[in-house]
């Protein structure tokens, strides 16, 4: 791996809005990442059939990310 330019990588615990919780290798700041589906509570996986409501779900997500976006790369014109 070429140094400097990949994220560092540490444990963060998902929860899932089932109750499951897992552990897993991430590069995101948060120490906990909330999920509203797992392959525990998936209907893939489970076999049930379930509704499972997703809408707005990715325009959420992208707003948020570029909140995030915005925040560190204003934190980053300022640390030069
Ligand atoms: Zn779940």
Request: charged share 30%; glycine share 6%.
């Given at each position: 791996?070429?140094?400097?330019?990949?994220?560092e990588?540490?444990?963060?615990?998902?929860?899932?809005?089932?109750?499951?919780?897992?552990?897993?290798l991430?590069?995101?700041?948060?120490?906990?990442?909330?999920?509203?589906?797992?392959?525990?509570?998936?209907p893939?996986?489970?076999?049930?059939?379930?509704?499972?409501?997703?809408?707005?779900?990715v325009?959420?997500?992208?707003?948020?990310?570029?909140?995030?976006?915005?925040?560190?790369?204003?934190s980053?014109?300022?640390?030069?």
């Open positions: 791996m070429k140094a400097g330019i990949h994220p990588m540490h444990t963060v615990i998902i929860k899932c809005s089932c109750g499951a919780e897992l552990e897993t991430s590069a995101a700041e948060e120490q906990v990442l909330h999920v509203d589906i797992c392959s525990k509570c998936h893939f996986f489970t076999g049930e059939e379930k509704f499972v409501d997703t809408a707005g779900r325009e959420l997500f992208q707003r948020k990310y570029k909140k995030f976006m915005e925040a560190q790369q204003q980053e014109s300022k640390g030069e």
